[in-house]
């Protein structure tokens, strides 16, 4: 897609995501292994678009619902209807201790983790936030001594005798 804007969600380049997604896309488009008369969603009407959803066509799906009600609902059906295949296919990232668990387990250590450099960080900017203040005050402190001992020195200097002064 040249020239389009690139994907920004909160998954957008999660590969427990993508694995899922491609998953489940596989299991839309296999075959099925059943001894019945539908063995594709393409045989019923409905196709991937090239964005990844679906299309119905919805004069396809009525004649095939026409001529073999029965072949449908043992597609989606049974052992090995597309529901069940789907099923096994979400269940290792659905079911608890799985992998979209672990994932999120992962993610918030992740931002724990982060949480707790930010704090780190903070501590320490105001650390030398301090740091630098009081250095510049005594710098301040220490310049306007001087200041006055220059003004000191150059009005004893100017009451010196014999000196001659450029105006």
Known sequence: ?????????A?????TARALLNSMRS??????SSDGSVKALASLGITTKQDGT???NSAKLDAAIASDYQGIADFFTGDNGLAARMTAKAK???DSGGVIEQRS??????????DNQQKALDLRMTALQT???????TLDSLLAQMQGTSDNLASQLDALP???KKN
């Open 162 to 164: 014999g000196l001659v």
């Open 54 to 56: 679906l299309d119905l």
């Open 27 to 32: 299991e839309l488009v296999t075959p099925s």
């Open 11 to 15: 998954l957008a380049g999660d590969s």
């Open 1 to 9: 897609m040249e020239g389009s804007d690139p994907v920004v969600a």
């Open 131 to 137: 740091r630098l203040y009081k250095q510049f005050t």
């Open 92 to 94: 290792p990232y659905t």
């Open 105 to 114: 387990s992962v993610l918030r250590d992740t931002i724990k983790g982060v």
